[in-house]
């Protein structure tokens, strides 16, 4: 699949229209560059995502590589496809300060008919703070369940 | 440690006072039961947590289970602790919908002195619909580092 | 499905017969228990399984895990059928040192056409020293890819 | 730390020396390169490794990754240092057959003064068949506990 071919929803997110994802909009996650099998999302770390020892909750760090590993699997998979998170592992390095910029890249590792797996890095300033992988089931649209 | 003996925050939080997480607040998430080594935290599923397939976002779970499991570690832990997610892991076997209210059981396996395991799992309406483990570095007060 | 319909290569297992892996038979791993849904499986940590720092080799944990959620599966899967693991965790407590025996008890915590999701938690003598969980890609007999 | 500093059980390896793990010996593990943070390790996949559907068992890659990034990481510590696996994670994407020879290059992501994160990936003639994360738990020759 090449950039050209990227599903519609992919291309527009691209050109900065809002996502069609209430969550990608509340926690306000941008998709900043997509390749066949490769994005890059952004994230502002903001006060409503410090925890009780006011840093960024791991979950938010979690929700922003889950996206950019599934934005990363959107751009290789055919329109009308359904893909769903089925297990997400991270691991944090280092902590997150609300007013940091978290950046995650995302890449598809394998994208079978059933299941995919995807894996993210997650950089503030160039240091990566997390590293992410999950796996995914994929419902292609020519399958029937 | 006994309940009596459980750190005021998590006390405070049981009596229904409102969190000093910011985050726990933005996502709705409270605290139900506690007991040295085990918590029930509860988060309903609103409209902002809905992604792009309309069911809600993996990482507003892991978010959950994140909560779940770092308050079943407060509960065994004494005042002036600090923990820290290390690793996290997310298996995901049904989708969550939008109005549903997500019920997370962390429990406490092993509390050593500088690491910890806990594990949670999620239900909603008594299904289970995820389980996760993580791993924590902890700080308790006596250590200067 | 009940207990006098698991899989005859199951209930071999349990009969002391040899195991069709070999696998299982070069690390030493014995089916003791199994019910639908859960199975016991017990490994000698050997000499050939220290590691340089004189005490077991996290792999041989893993793979024992492994055996275990995956026999837990085929208790509840049709003759026939095939699971693959498709992610494995495994949190690691305590050190486990050479002479000692492990127990491994598998769950199924959800098995659904294609995808099942399993657990493990590893004792000797009687202490948790880890847990597992693992996610596997079934292909059930109908099946016909 | 440059290569010439690396500890000499390192550079006894790879000068094609029996590993002082028993379990590298039992499996066959032997490390063709290491550079600081890095490392390169094969394995055979023997008869032995056969699992009951006839490729190799989870549990061997899993032990080849995590013996790859115990390397790793020993290539970045000091002699004296003690580091133990805490938690291990494997996402499988092909089956290994039998013959094959696994290579997994482990990478050192975070070396803190008490923890660590590494990563691996697994190829078999050059096509990537598993990924692997892990958290360690490192000992300092200088700590004293």
Known sequence: MTKSEMQPRIQRLLEGEESTSAAW???????LEAAPG???????????MRNHQGVCHGGFITALADSAMGSALATVLPEGE??????LKLSLMR???VGETLRAEGTV??????TAVGECRLHVDGKLVATA?????????????
Do not use: N, Y
Request: a positive charge; glycine letters at 6%.
């Open 25 to 31: 909009r509340w926690l306000g996650i941008k998709l």
């Open 95 to 97: 902590t997150v300060r």
């Open 133 to 145: 992988s999950g796996s995914f089931v994929v419902h292609r649209p020519e399958q029937t369940d």
């Open 82 to 87: 359904r893909h769903m998170s089925f297990d």
């Open 38 to 48: 490769r994005t890059l999302c952004v994230m502002p770390v903001t006060e409503e």
């Open 109 to 114: 590792l394998h994208a079978g008919r059933r």
